[in-house]
């Protein structure tokens, strides 16, 4: 059974980097069927994906985010992170963690998260 | 980026009954459109994936239909424990979700 752990500070104040890690049990990070991503949830809204990072290195980054958004993974501890700088009270939201899995079918390969962290609450707040 | 727009927002439903959700793309993103249940405080749990394909261990009650810029979410004959919000996603371009449908029991 693949678990993800997602770990950080909750409260953070505005201008600070928010910084978060996804530990990855039951499974290699190293595996090259997975992408490893961050999605977000404003209080009561819907859900943002933020961005993932393949074992190699790869970047893939929501525009709307991307100036401000470091992924990185470290295969040695099975785990990635997530910085996003320059915080201010929108990026309050839940931060999940998430693999990402292709699955061909039809000529086309279907990528879907299938496995989430429980999600931890990061607060912006001065 | 490409708009998803669910609908309704909500709805409330008795036991047993045969319920649908739609999700519209703003352009044609083929078959790729998942679905997602999310219960209260719990992360989001994968359903359908490439729009009709069931993921493993989810109930054959649910079922999804549609290409192009159309789906559906079925739920043949609705269970207590499926009170949720269910939330489409498009992994065709950037991906995004749709901004969810909360189911609720009469």
């Known amino acids: 059974q693949v678990l993800l752990q997602e770990s950080g500070p909750g409260l953070l104040k505005p201008s600070q980097t928010l910084s978060l890690t996804c530990a990855v049990s039951?499974?290699?990070?190293?595996?090259?069927?997975?992408?490893w991503g961050w999605i977000r949830q404003h209080p009561g809204k819907g859900l943002e994906w933020i961005g993932y990072?393949?074992?190699?290195?790869?970047?893939y980054y929501n525009p709307s985010l991307k100036s401000r958004v470091t992924i990185s993974i470290d295969t040695s501890k099975n785990q990635f992170s997530l910085k996003l700088s320059s915080v201010t009270a929108a990026d309050t939201a839940v931060y999940y963690c998430a693999r990402d899995l292709g699955t061909p079918r039809d000529g086309y390969n279907f990528r879907y998260f299938d496995y989430w962290g429980q999600g931890t609450l990061v607060t912006v707040s001065s | 980026d490409i708009q998803m727009t669910q609908s309704p927002s909500s709805l409330s439903a008795s036991v047993g009954d045969r319920v649908t959700l739609t999700c519209r793309a703003s352009?044609?993103?083929?078959?790729?459109l998942n679905w997602y249940q999310q219960k209260p405080g719990k992360a989001p749990k994968l359903l359908i994936y490439g729009a009709s394909s069931l993921q493993s261990g989810v109930p054959s009650r649910f079922s999804g239909s549609g290409s192009g810029t159309d789906f559906t979410l079925t739920i043949s004959s609705l269970q207590p424990e499926d009170s949720a919000t269910y939330y489409c996603?498009?992994?065709?371009?950037?991906?995004?979700f749709g901004g969810g449908t909360k189911v609720e029991i009469k």
């Open positions: 996603q498009q992994s065709y371009s950037t991906l995004t």
């Open positions: 039951g499974g290699s990070i190293r595996s090259g069927a997975y992408y």
């Open positions: 352009q044609s993103i083929r078959s790729y």
């Open positions: 990072i393949y074992y190699s290195g790869s970047t």
